[in-house]
């Protein structure tokens, strides 16, 4: 369990700390959005790779009523 802040920590935990850091130095202070599954193009793709940013975002999508997956939505980096 990481000691970052907020969605870092949960960054961290499911791929590591070195991409939560890569994340905060690329992105912290921002307001961001992340979607359920990884697509080519999105910063967060073109930060850690197709691999490690679809693992995170699976890592931290939801499901909505519906049954839809939904990414995070407007959430600041640290």
């Given amino acids: 369990?990481?000691?970052?802040?907020?969605?870092?920590?949960?960054?961290?935990?499911?791929?590591?700390?070195?991409?939560?850091?890569?994340?905060a130095r690329?992105?912290?202070?921002?307001?961001?959005?992340?979607?359920?599954?990884?697509?080519?193009?999105h910063w967060l793709t073109e930060l850690l790779g197709i691999e490690t940013a679809d693992?995170?975002?699976?890592?931290l999508a939801t499901l909505d009523p519906d049954g839809k997956l939904r990414g995070v939505q407007n959430e600041i980096i640290p």
């Fill in 1 to 23: 369990m990481s000691t970052l802040p907020g969605i870092l920590a949960d960054i961290a935990d499911i791929a590591g700390i070195d991409a939560a850091y890569e994340v």
């Fill in 26 to 41: 690329s992105h912290g202070g921002t307001r961001v959005s992340i979607p359920p599954r990884a697509v080519k193009g």
């Fill in 55 to 59: 693992k995170i975002c699976q890592g």
